[in-house]
């Protein structure tokens, strides 16, 4: 089986959160079971790594192009250089229209360079463009939604000329959506199977309440059998409480002590249990909850918050950083991100909706107990016997959830039992890498994609 996934970013040459992680572990498992594999990306300026320019020339429609190559794992990494990408960081205003000339470069770039894939896999909006013009080729194709609430539009009349498809592809069954190109539902339509990152979520998309004005096309997928759910998986080397350079090492719930202590000094915080959030701040995540629960939530526990993103959320968590028993850090840091896993004793993710969500199986493998919403991959990953979840996204639920794991705290034993079954949780990405492969085996066959 030859596998080529396409997407906009790739640990660790390029990533700004969950997308890049995917990128580098899913590949790296299907090469370890036997696929040839490789992955295709922008060369961006800020691309950390060197890679072996190993094409040049012109694309019609686009202009100049180069491809990059590195291998690592198994695996080979394209990267796809164009001038729209010659430029500091990752993503930027215009990224729809730099996006329209990726994926109208790409296939002409990788049929200069290799025989056509068994499959192409396309990651998110940024490669619907790429997905689209491979099943016009007659390529057999895979299109994965990490996020249905990023879609990639811009005004038909001024896109139409970036995308470089045919006159009939701009209609609603093609790539229009309410007068605007949409690089979602461009992979959506055109790709032989759908996935989402989790089987919770690919039922929820469906509905008007999470399907982002694309749940009627998503039902049709459906009953089509080309719409099912894959769970992520978690790199376990790289979150691993028996080997975490970062924290105190541990393997069992006594040897995790010392990290609460350790982090409860670093905050100034009283003895209270900790609570603790890793998150982008977004009304997604729930932060605007967790801000109106906080008041309650003091009363029992002390409350870490790692995170970025809206300002107001930003500047609000900031006051809070005041209170005694809040900490509030600013921005991502990986090593504190770890510190927090290992020391709290409870870990919060009242999300509005979660695809699949990475913070809740870290939390369980470093027996940090989640209190999370009941919906997508929160629902998937975390039991109802070693978790703490809750149904309506308001704070009273959420405070309700956390009163009742504080309850739960006072039974030492029976919060033991639970953390021990929740690092015994088996988040790899093994078996996810098989049921990508098995998707890939029926595609190419011809055959549904979902198994029905």
Request: with cysteine; glycine share 12%; hydrophobic share 45%.
């Amino acid at each position: 089986m030859h596998v080529l996934h396409v997407a906009s970013e790739v640990f660790p040459y390029s990533r700004s959160g969950g997308l890049g992680d995917v990128l580098a572990a899913l590949p790296a498992e299907q090469a370890r079971l036997g696929a040839e594999v490789a992955v295709l990306s922008p060369w961006y300026a800020a691309l950390a790594g060197e890679p072996d320019e190993v094409w040049r020339g012109d694309v019609p429609g686009v202009g100049p192009a180069r491809v990059g190559e590195l291998r690592e794992g198994g695996v080979r990494f394209l990267f796809l250089g164009l001038p729209a990408f010659d430029r500091p960081g990752l993503y930027h205003p215009d990224d729809v229209e730099r996006f329209c000339a990726f994926g109208r470069a790409a296939l002409p770039v990788l049929e200069a360079l290799d025989p056509r894939p068994d499959v192409l896999h396309g990651h998110d909006w940024q490669a619907g463009l790429v997905v689209a013009h491979a099943h016009l080729a007659g390529w057999r194709t895979a299109f994965t939604i990490h996020n249905l609430q990023y879609q990639g539009r811009w005004n038909l009349p001024e896109a139409r000329t970036w995308t470089g498809l045919p006159e009939w592809a701009f209609s609603s069954e093609g790539v229009e959506f309410h007068g605007d190109l949409n690089l979602m539902k461009a992979g959506l339509t055109f790709a032989d199977a759908v996935t989402t990152v989790s089987p919770t979520y690919a039922q929820e998309i469906t509905t008007p309440e999470y399907g982002e004005g694309l749940d009627g096309l998503l039902v049709r997928l459906t009953l089509e059998g080309r719409l099912s759910g894959i769970l992520n998986g978690l790199d376990q080397d790289r979150w691993n409480p028996a080997t975490d350079p970062d924290i105190q090492p541990f393997r069992d719930p006594a040897g995790k002590v010392p990290n609460g202590e350790r982090l409860r000094a670093e905050f100034g915080l009283d003895t209270a249990p900790v609570l603790g959030v890793v998150s982008r701040l977004a009304d997604q995540k729930g932060m605007d909850l967790l801000l109106m629960a906080l008041p309650e939530l003091v009363r029992e526990w002390n409350v870490v918050v790692l995170g970025g993103g809206d300002p107001l959320l930003t500047a609000a968590l900031t006051g809070w950083g005041h209170h005694p028993r809040v900490a509030f850090v600013s921005g991502m840091n990986e090593p504190l991100a770890h510190r927090i896993y290992a020391g709290a004793d409870a870990f919060a993710m009242p999300s509005r909706f979660e695809p699949c969500g990475l913070s809740q199986m870290i939390a369980l493998r470093y027996g940090t107990l989640p209190v999370v919403r009941a919906t997508g991959g929160l629902v998937d990953t975390v039991p109802g016997d070693v978790g703490f979840l809750f149904s309506e996204a308001s704070p009273q639920a959420l405070t309700a959830a956390c009163a009742e794991a504080r309850r739960e705290l006072e039974d030492r034993p029976a919060w033991a039992a639970r953390m021990i079954r929740g690092m015994e949780l088996d988040f790899g990405w093994e078996n996810p890498a098989r049921h990508y492969l098995d998707l890939y085996g029926r595609v190419s066959a011809g055959k549904p994609a979902a198994p029905r």
